[in-house]
């Protein structure tokens, strides 16, 4: 066993882990942050994104060992300090950037990783990004529409049915 520790949504945590315990698990089962999800187990959904030292990382792919002395950021922590959803958590409310909302944790965080490095990205700099995150409800269009909302640009129309 390896103690690790960190610093998770602003609060420092530590805990005792195997050598080959994810940073997914970690934050799951022993901090009980369940809003970071597992959804394929080989790195290919993104449902598991998290922000590590400021970088968006798939905590599926990380040992919570080499999160040790992080500062590790999870869709727990990205409400307002006053509990209020964040820009990015209203967009995808306002223009329904979710279905099932199984994927919505890992697209809101990347997303936030996103605009910190390109504060005004194109529709197709948006759809590039989330490359590495699957949506099997939305079709995608929804949720760059929330993402260019957040960003205070012009939102692509609803396209035609």
Same mark, same amino acid.
């Given at each position: 066993? #390896? ?17 080959? #315990? ?11 942050? #369940? ?68 994927? #919505? ?57």
């Amino acid at each position: 066993m #390896t103690k690790v520790t960190m610093t998770v949504n602003g609060k420092a945590v530590s805990g005792e882990v195997k050598g080959n #315990t994810l940073l997914t698990e970690f934050l799951r089962e022993d901090l009980r942050l #369940t809003g970071t999800h597992v959804g394929c187990d080989t790195s290919q959904c993104g449902a598991c994104v998290v922000h590590v030292n400021g970088e968006a990382v798939k905590s599926c792919t990380m040992f919570a060992a080499e999160a040790d002395g992080a500062e590790v950021k999870t869709v727990e922590g990205m409400a307002n300090a006053d509990g209020s959803l964040s820009v990015i958590q209203q967009a995808f409310q306002e223009y329904h950037g979710l279905q099932c909302g199984f994927c #919505t944790p890992g697209m809101v965080m990347s997303a936030a990783a996103l605009l910190k490095d390109n504060p005004k990205p194109s529709e197709a700099e948006v759809r590039d990004y989330l490359e590495g995150n699957i949506c099997r409800c939305t079709g995608y269009h929804n949720i760059v529409r929330a993402i260019m909302a957040a960003s205070g640009q012009d939102v692509p129309a609803v396209a035609a049915e």
